[in-house]
């Protein structure tokens, strides 16, 4: 049976955005729908349309998830679409992750106050560089921000070119955000923070650099996105092949449970299961699109299983890695031979 699409999808154009617009959103100018640009009742209105209304749900004795929607990045969402935690311990708190700007980082301060008041923020983690993961991070202390070296490096390398497309994907939902990165490079396996111990492990797959704790008291796994449930994964720097080494890693990892990077907590192992089969269909189907000949448009219009297709932009995430793998497999697969004509 031939791969072959029938027909070509029509792609449409992206919009165009000038530079300028974060700059003007980052000093508080910029369009007519800014708050700012308001007033009276009309502002108060954009005010409480751009409140991410963050809640938290108590996944383990003191560790509370802030839970996103399996969706993509648009104005409604203001890109709350990854899951954030706080965990108490004795001597004050631990937050993983701080989501996509720098609103996120104050809603998330602000839920984090209500729900433990009075403790200080000791340690706050990014387990990787995607731009949900980390664009809240100038609303806390950077003493306290921490990651791998690895995850520092890419945020320095790519953390201003991610907040520009978040500034042109979410317009004022970004007012303000700057990218900070750790300032804190974790060499070590596991650190005593206020009285708990958290192991860390440095892996990659996801990215060239991803960040795993556990919670030793809990044994919960914060995997960040190396597992994904109810939403398919994203792949823009994956290495397939890292990524699978990294969850089997995982799965044999001591836990009672996980909070992926994105969808609810999974106390079955669910998320790992789930990621590497779209992982394992993702990698087989382009690789047989690419022997048979296919175009990246024709690729794009490929079925998805059913058992795949339900999860949360499972179409748009496959779009996306179509882009993301095809040229590496194009080269892989057909590799260029040098062929002497003199």
Known sequence: MSLRPTHVAKRAKARVFSHGRRSALRFGLGCGCAVGGLGGHAGKAV??????????????????????ATEWFDELNGGNIV???????????????????????EALLALI????????????????????????NQVFDVATIASSQGVIDNIVAEGDAFADNLYRLLGDWMRGTAPVAPAVALEVDSEDVGGRTFSLFRLAGHTSADLVI???????????????????????????????????????????????GHGPEDVSGESLEQTVDWLDW?????????????????????????????????????ERSVVHLYPGLEDELFPRIDVDRG
């Open 113 to 136: 106050e209500r729900t433990v008041p009075g403790r200080k923020i000791l340690r706050v983690y990014n387990t990787h560089h995607h731009p949900d993961h980390f664009l809240g």
């Open 282 to 318: 993702l990698d087989g189907t382009l690789r047989e699109a690419v022997s048979a000949g296919l175009t990246m448009n024709e690729a794009m219009l490929l079925p998805i299983p059913p058992r795949l297709a339900s999860l949360g932009v499972a179409r748009t995430e496959f």
């Open 214 to 260: 556990r919670d030793e008291k809990t044994g919960v796994l914060y995997t960040g996105d190396l597992a994904f449930l109810s939403r398919a994964p994203t792949t823009p720097h994956a290495d397939i092949a890292l990524w699978r080494d990294a969850i089997t890693t995982l799965g044999t990892t001591d836990r009672e449970l996980i909070l992926p």
């Open 83 to 105: 899951n954030a935690a706080f965990i108490e311990v004795p001597d004050g708190i631990v937050v993983i992750d701080t989501g996509p700007s720098r609103r996120y980082g």
């Open 47 to 68: 005010a409480r349309l751009l409140d991410y209304d963050l809640s938290a749900s108590e996944i383990a004795p003191g560790s509370w998830a802030v839970l996103g």
